[in-house]
């Protein structure tokens, strides 16, 4: 079975530029997230998507991020525009419905100049 | 407030020797999940083990283990004969609040 898939896996952009990460869930997956993750830190959750709706999207910068899952599979990640402090690690992870473990991708790797 | 608390920043350990990498947690609720990640250099973070608030036994997964105290509101993960493939960093979890810990670095020395 397919893991997580992410891409592209590493990002180098100038500040205020754009940038658009995607993520395919493992299939079957109902619930899908968006981790951020900064050096020396755990993940911090940015956004969670049932399905297509996002359940919870309390941490994420609605001024300059944006979130979707349009037919409740895959998902993209914008930033617009990036700061410098956005450099980090941007986690997507899935899990069934039924279930709680979540499954990660590899990430992608940001770094804004 | 931090919820969960590794206060190992980094660990060494012989290879084929035992480890135990220390999390205390913080969670009002009366059931929830703790669950141990690892993450490679590679960055994906790859689950290790899970263990119930109302599991009575201790999981095992393999040479992982976990001590879970509940009283003590803490979930020390344990690695058995440790691997040169097993340097990485390690983190604690409640996933349901989505807490991590800010991870252990472990590192197995020849």
């Known amino acids: 079975e397919a893991g997580v898939v992410q891409s592209p896996r590493y990002k180098i952009i100038e500040k205020k530029q754009p940038v658009a990460f995607w993520c395919n869930p493992i299939?079957?997956?109902?619930?899908l997230y968006w981790y951020r993750q900064n050096l020396g830190q755990g993940p911090e959750l940015l956004i969670r998507?049932?399905?297509?709706?996002?359940?919870?999207d309390s941490q994420l910068p609605k001024d300059r991020f944006s979130a979707e899952r349009l037919k409740g599979v895959d998902s993209t990640l914008k930033i617009q525009p990036a700061e410098l402090g956005d450099s980090a690690v941007y986690l997507c992870?899935?899990?069934?419905?039924?279930?709680?473990?979540?499954?990660f991708g590899p990430g992608t790797r940001l770094l804004v100049l | 407030a931090q919820k969960i608390t590794q206060t190992q920043p980094g660990m060494f350990v012989q290879e084929k020797e035992a480890v135990t990498l220390d999390c205390t947690y913080d969670?009002?609720?009366?059931?929830?999940?703790l669950f141990w990640y690892k993450q490679p250099s590679s960055g994906e973070m790859i689950f290790l083990i899970y263990?119930?608030?109302?599991?009575?036994q201790n999981a095992t997964e393999g040479r992982y283990s976990l001590n879970f105290q509940k009283a003590r509101k803490s979930a020390n993960l344990v690695i058995s004969a440790s691997q040169l493939g097993d340097s990485a960093m390690y983190f604690c979890?409640?996933?349901?609040?989505?807490?991590f810990g800010t991870g252990t670095s472990l590192t197995v020395i020849p």
């Open positions: 992870a899935s899990t069934d419905r039924a279930k709680e473990t979540q499954y």
């Open positions: 263990q119930g608030s109302y599991d009575e």
């Open positions: 998507y049932e399905n297509e709706e996002a359940v919870d």
């Open positions: 299939s079957g997956h109902n619930t």
């Open positions: 969670t009002s609720d009366q059931s929830y999940g």
């Open positions: 979890a409640i996933l349901n609040q989505f807490y």
